[in-house]
């Protein structure tokens, strides 16, 4: 079974809009962390965020984590065509182990 | 630098072969995870190899196997294939087993 959840499973919008992907999980985490995935190529690693930060930021990408409500969201501003990939967000439990669980991910199309 | 290197980039098997799939982790990594990506879903873990040690097994028959080299190069090996074994496999470093994982751009393996 997957940790973590994304949603929504797709998301379409045009060039210049901002995207974001939200994403739940079940049990204590260590850190969250959020990949990219072009074309069923391997990930790439976005950003990692611990349980004890609320919010980080890297370029154009904002992501929060509510350790309370166990989720997660990830924000792209100002979209570009080239952010058409599939994101992932992947959690390891505080319960000892390290090994990241991913998520089903979320579908992002921007239209140029 | 490199990044992680996977080998081969495809590969075509019946049902009932055998299958060895390679990877080489950054320089410095002393870590390697290899993960299952079937289409439409998140990476789901396989094992987790540090120090050449097993640290880590996901749910996978016990047809999966794997071993990490002195030079902490890592195969993956999957008996008696079954057409669900058909998915794209992933590997991944880290310095130490935790934290960021870089992945290699995969193996897509295709199982008739």
């Known amino acids: 079974s997957q940790q973590g959840e994304e949603d929504p499973q797709a998301l379409s919008i045009q060039e210049g809009e901002n995207a974001t992907m939200n994403c739940s999980y079940k049990?204590?985490?260590?850190?969250l962390q959020w990949y990219r995935q072009n074309s069923g190529r391997g990930l790439v690693h976005l950003i990692l965020?611990?349980?004890?930060?609320r919010e980080k930021h890297s370029g154009r990408l904002r992501v929060t984590l509510d350790t309370s409500k166990k989720s997660s969201s990830l924000l792209i501003t100002a979209s570009r065509a080239a952010d058409t990939a599939s994101y992932f967000c992947?959690?390891?439990?505080?319960?000892?182990?390290?090994?990241?669980?991913f998520g089903r991910g979320t579908s992002l199309i921007v239209h140029p | 630098d490199a990044g992680v290197t996977q080998s081969p980039t495809h590969l075509i098997k019946t049902r009932g072969q055998q299958v060895t799939l390679r990877c080489s982790p950054i320089?410095?990594?002393?870590?390697v995870s290899w993960y299952q990506q079937v289409l439409g879903q998140g990476p789901q873990f396989i094992f987790q190899?540090?120090?050449?040690?097993?640290?880590g097994r996901g749910n996978f028959p016990d047809r999966f196997s794997a071993r990490q080299f002195p030079n902490y190069s890592s195969e993956l090996n999957v008996n008696a294939l079954l057409l669900g074994d058909s998915a794209l496999y992933l590997c991944?470093?880290?310095?130490?087993?935790?934290?960021?994982?870089?992945f290699g751009p995969g193996t897509r393996l295709l199982v008739l």
């Open positions: 991944a470093s880290t310095p130490q087993g935790v934290g960021t994982q870089y």
């Open positions: 992947a959690t390891d439990s505080s319960g000892g182990s390290y090994i990241p669980t």
């Open positions: 190899y540090y120090e050449k040690e097993e640290r």
């Open positions: 965020i611990r349980s004890n930060e």
């Open positions: 320089s410095g990594h002393k870590s």
């Open positions: 049990t204590s985490i260590n850190n």
